[in-house]
Structures are given as C-alpha cells and as structure tokens.
C-alpha cells in the first residue's frame, strides 16, 4: 500500500517544497499535514486529497506562467522551465488518479462489497 500511496506523497511533498520557497506557510503546513491523512480509513480522505492535488495542479500551471513571464521580461529562454513545470502539474493531476487502485479502494472502503460478473 505504502508504494501505491508514494505518488500522492511525492506530490504533496513537491506542494510543500513549493509553498516553502514562495513563503506561503499556511500552505506548507497543509501539504505536510494531508500526508497524515492518507493513513486514516475514512471514506471523505480521498476525494479530499484529490480535490487538493486538483487545486495543486492549478498552482503549477499558475507559477507556470508566472515563471515564464518573469523569464520573458528579462530576454530568458524559458522552455525548458515550461516543460519541466507542466510534468510537475501532470504529475500532480495523475497523481490523484492512484485513488482508483483496488488496493486503496479497499483500504479506504472496505465494507463495500464488489459485485462480481
């Protein structure tokens, strides 16, 4: 379970190392915090942290943008910094995804019974 929860750790860590680096420590706090989160069985947690990593993809691609007009204003390439930016939002955003796998499915609802066919 621990390796199919990483990407969402991982995520959430890139979150904070953000929220850290523009100051925002509210933020910082949270990202750090919802990690906690993921090792609670209740059934609210993953949409949660899924409405999160949605709000932490529109951050990336915001900063995204910002960055590139920063770079922009001082005659700068900025390419490689779009593209490595828009693989941490998609990473982000696919992230959330992990929620879909059986074994947290199970882990988060565990008193669902599946229908079999």
């Avoid at 001082?74 to 939002?89: F, Q, S, T």
Wanted: charged share 20%; proline share 3%; net charge positive.
């Amino acid at each position: 379970m621990v390796l199919r929860l990483s990407p969402i750790v991982f995520s959430l860590l890139l979150l904070a190392a953000h929220f850290s680096r523009i100051n925002f420590l509210p933020l910082t706090i949270a990202s750090v915090l919802i990690i906690a989160l993921l090792f609670l069985r209740k059934k609210w947690i993953p949409r949660f942290i899924q409405l999160y990593l949605i709000f932490g993809f529109v951050e990336w691609i915001r900063i995204t943008f910002v960055y590139i007009n920063d770079r922009k204003l001082v005659g700068e390439d900025y390419l490689r910094l779009a593209i490595i930016l828009g693989v941490v939002a998609l990473f982000t955003l696919l992230s959330g995804l992990m929620f879909g796998n059986r074994v947290l499915k199970d882990w988060y609802f565990p008193t669902e019974k599946k229908l079999e066919s």
